[in-house]
């Protein structure tokens, strides 16, 4: 569209026949354009830098050699009078679309380069006309300023000098700029990357708050959760059993429901543990509605798996059946590991005992065992039949505590 306002402009300042002479170099120009679209990759392009440096010799070659089919004859050096070198700033803005800030400033070195050899090249090998020239003097003789402009031989040094830096100037401030808006857009991609990494996390209400969040979110601290284990019973010989493709089908189809179940009651999917989930609410932020969210989300999870068990039977796949463990208490949270390799987790005796009562719920025959601490601050959550079972021993922990089955 540029190269075509050209060609519009150009046959209105020269209205004659020997302006199709410009035009054909215009075809030129677009096919060094689709050639650097076609052949240009992203990052260091030799070819793109090779097609744009093809773009500033030929346009250099057609402002500094007359045209041949104009009428009539004049000093070569008269070309600069038509003021042309503005066609320079359309190639610049263009190259400003490939987004590197190298380009441009390479660009504006080149364009002085070939400029300044040209300029050298009519004022070495250009034609002149002496008589005219000394008629030029003689009527300017009281004005050596207006002379030295008005001299047709002259190719005015000054002005020449004035676009090669004016020019250089630009294409060094636009480079400057394109360096600063690609560091600008490294760093929102960036951004864009650590919100889908929060995603996977924790809840798309939650995502927005801790990208903003002024304080370090994964300083270790202590503070009461509730905490969520969910496991696939007999997964073992279920993967023993089935293809790999069929397991990894399984296990997709399964997460999906847990996550949807953790994220719709403002969980957080703390991490997968091969067939399990653990889940934690009230990390990062406390909320008087933990407890109740995740016992919503424990009844979530086995209605979710039991709906998904009728689509599993339509497409021939095994049953599944889950178990859910949910507990109350203290806990340990912030980021672990080493400078490397850090992950924000939850840790301490509450997680232990969740976990432990997620297995205990093969030796009561339920799906759901939560401990009454978790029951007593959330029985909003609680829906289906729970019943109380009291004074549950479990492994590896002394003291039995009371718990809720279903």
């Known amino acids: 569209m540029a190269l075509a306002a050209s060609g519009v402009l150009i046959a209105f300042q020269n209205p004659s026949w020997s302006v199709l002479y410009f035009h054909g170099f215009l075809l030129v120009f677009i096919a060094l354009g689709w050639a650097q679209l076609r052949y240009a990759t992203v990052g260091h392009s030799r070819i793109e830098l090779t097609l744009i440096m093809a773009d500033l010799v030929l346009l250099a070659a057609i402002l500094t050699v ?14 600069y009078r038509f003021e042309t ?8 803005a263009l190259a400003t679309l490939a987004y590197s800030w190298r380009t441009l400033l390479t660009m504006g070195v080149a364009t002085a380069l070939i400029w300044f050899l040209s300029v050298v090249g009519v004022a070495v090998f250009g034609t002149t006309d002496p008589e005219l020239g000394s008629r030029v003097a003689a009527a300017f003789a009281a004005m050596p300023g207006v002379r030295d ?30 360096q600063r808006s690609n560091a600008l857009l490294i760093r929102q991609a960036s951004i864009a990357a650590e919100r889908a990494n929060l995603s996977r996390y924790f809840p798309p209400s939650l995502v927005e708050e801790l990208a903003s969040a002024s304080g370090d979110v994964g300083s270790v601290r202590s503070q009461e959760v509730a905490v969520l284990f969910a496991d696939i019973v007999g997964f073992t010989q279920l993967a023993e059993r089935e293809k790999p493709e069929t397991v990894i089908q399984i296990l997709r189809s399964c997460h999906a429901v847990i996550e949807e179940a953790i994220f719709s009651n403002g969980g957080t999917l703390d991490k997968y543990l091969g067939d399990g989930v653990m889940a934690t609410f009230g990390t ?6 933990d407890c109740a969210n995740a016992l919503a989300a424990a009844r979530d999870i086995v209605d979710g798996i039991a709906s998904g068990n009728a689509l599993l039977a339509t497409s021939g796949l095994p049953q599944l059946r889950i178990s859910v463990g949910v507990h109350f208490g203290p806990a340990i949270i912030g980021n672990i590991g080493s400078e490397r390799r850090l992950e924000f987790a939850t840790l301490g005796d509450t997680v232990n005992v969740a976990s432990r009562l997620e297995a205990a719920t093969r030796n009561l025959g339920c799906q759901i065992v939560a401990s009454d601490a978790v029951v007593s601050r959330g029985e909003g959550g609680m829906r289906g039949d729970f019943r109380r079972v009291p004074a549950l021993s479990l492994r590896g922990r002394e003291a039995p505590i009371d718990v809720w089955v279903a």
């Open 66 to 79: 007359p045209n041949p089919f104009a009428p009539g004859a004049f000093p070569t050096a008269m070309i």
């Open 284 to 289: 990062p932020r406390v909320s008087p509605a």
């Open 85 to 92: 070198f503005p066609y320079f700033f359309i190639i610049l």
């Open 149 to 178: 402009l008005v001299d047709p031989n002259s190719v005015i040094w000054s002005l020449r000098a004035q676009e090669i830096v004016i020019f250089f100037l630009v294409s060094a401030i636009l480079a400057l700029r394109g």
